[in-house]
């Protein structure tokens, strides 16, 4: 009898609580209808962000990263990891900023040999060579430094790639996790 009678307190207890959280989420839920509405206001700017990590291998030459970007608008990139610009050679390997030296086998001569780049890639027109059958695109390409951080304004409409600061991949080794984030205002109409 006295184990029927605490089951009974219990089930009762249980029924009291269930009726305060159904009267706790009927209030809320209330309360959420009669929120007041905010007024669209013309001019007030939307966030949208974008993220995305793309690989990029040392001996892989320029690597797509799949975005189409816009004149204008600005990406953040952040860069880790660790290549050689010479396979076996511990003297040449380096983070996202490249190695202390300059050359003319780099798509920036006047940055470090191995760091972190981007480029942009605009096509403007496309043709077929009549003899080979070869296609041939004409290219506008805008390249930009990187390195471990950066912001960059992208300088033309186009298509995105990244890779490291040298010409000759067939040595190198390792590769370089890149992070780009983007931030797009969108005004309100």
């Known amino acids: 009898m006295k184990i029927r009678r605490q089951v009974m307190e219990i089930i009762i207890k249980i029924r009291a609580i269930k009726a305060f959280a159904f009267l706790f989420l009927l209030t809320a839920g209330l309360s959420l209808l009669s929120a007041p509405v905010v007024p669209f ?52 390997n380096c983070g996202p900023e490249g190695l202390d030296l300059q050359t003319v086998q780099q798509p920036i001569t006047d940055k470090n040999l191995g760091a972190v780049v981007g480029k942009v890639v605009k096509v403007v027109s496309v043709t077929t060579d009549p003899e080979t059958g070869e296609e041939i695109k004409e290219e506008v390409v805008k390249v930009f430094y990187i390195g471990e951080r950066a912001t960059v304004e992208m300088p033309l409409e186009g298509r995105l790639f990244l890779g490291v600061n040298d010409n000759v991949f067939a040595d190198n080794d390792g590769k370089f996790l890149v992070s780009i984030s983007q931030k797009e205002k969108i005004p309100n109409n």
Do not use: R, Y
């Not at 013309?42 to 001996?59: D, F, Y």
């Not at 608008?73 to 511990?90: D, W, Y």
């Open 41 to 92: 206001v013309q001019g007030i700017e939307s966030h949208k962000v974008m993220e995305k990590q793309v690989e990029v291998l040392a001996s892989a030459g320029w690597v797509d990263t799949g975005l189409e970007v816009k004149e204008g608008e600005v990406l953040e990139f952040v860069s880790s990891g660790t290549i050689s610009c010479q396979k076996g050679n511990p003297v040449a």
